[in-house]
């Protein structure tokens, strides 16, 4: 497809169980982000994926998550022994810039929604 | 990267422009305004961004002081699906930089 494609967009699971959240970013798109946003609350930066650099993890909130992207394409973000305050909606995106203003052009999935149980 | 602060609500008559203010009296030499909005249960979108400039695109405008320390957007023809929040973000892309979202303006549009 054309846009960013996530998946489950849907996922309940039990407290302590582990999931797996997969994104398709565009083709050819370096930069691939993942941001969570809790009910009525704002986007909250979660890891940042440029190229072939190190990841930015510095917005995960604990060891329990984690993200790979494998080829430079495909990124999986997997969350152990889930608790009930993970739920929330998990947004990544994607961005071809790399440099001048072009690299903020992001571009959203919809979203995986996640309920702890 | 800089701050920014919005006004956290706005609202606005269909049809009417409408133009949302951001302020960033920090911001660098170096950093982009960008402009992102959210619709209700969907993913951010992306509007405009801009480095000193006016910028104007399909879907609006955004127009930065000379000083660059404050912007504004204007959706010139506001309609009812333009209800969303509206998210004014600053950021230079050195290493290690990402755009961080704040709370955002909600702008109601009004029939």
């Known amino acids: 497809g054309a846009g960013v494609s996530q998946s489950p967009s849907n996922k309940v699971t039990e407290k302590g169980k582990d999931v797996e959240l997969r994104c398709d970013p565009i083709s050819g798109h370096t930069a691939l982000y993942w941001y969570r946003q809790s009910l009525g609350q704002g986007l909250e930066f979660l890891i940042y994926f440029q190229g072939n650099s190190a990841p930015d993890k510095s917005g995960l909130p604990s060891d329990r998550f984690s993200a790979e992207r494998t080829g430079g394409s495909v990124s999986t973000l997997t969350i152990q022994r889930t608790q009930q305050e993970d739920s929330a909606v998990y947004l990544c995106?994607?961005?071809?810039?790399?440099?001048?203003?072009?690299?903020?052009?992001?571009?959203f999935g919809e979203g995986s929604r996640l309920t702890v149980l | 990267d800089a701050k920014t602060t919005q006004p956290p609500s706005m609202d606005c008559a269909e049809g009417r422009a409408a133009n949302l203010p951001c302020n960033h009296s920090?911001?660098?030499?170096?950093?982009?305004v960008y402009w992102y909005r959210q619709i209700h249960s969907q993913g951010p979108q992306y509007i405009i961004h801009g480095l000193k400039n006016n910028e104007t695109n399909e879907m609006a405008s955004l127009i930065i002081t000379e000083d660059r320390k404050s912007s504004t957007l204007i959706l010139p023809h506001a309609t009812l699906r333009d209800t969303a929040v509206y998210y004014c973000i600053v950021v230079g892309w050195t290493s290690g930089s990402r755009l961080t979202f704040g709370e955002g303006t909600q702008l109601t549009v009004n029939p």
């Open positions: 995106a994607s961005s071809s810039g790399t440099s001048g203003g072009a690299v903020g052009e992001l571009f």
């Open positions: 920090t911001i660098s030499g170096n950093e982009y």
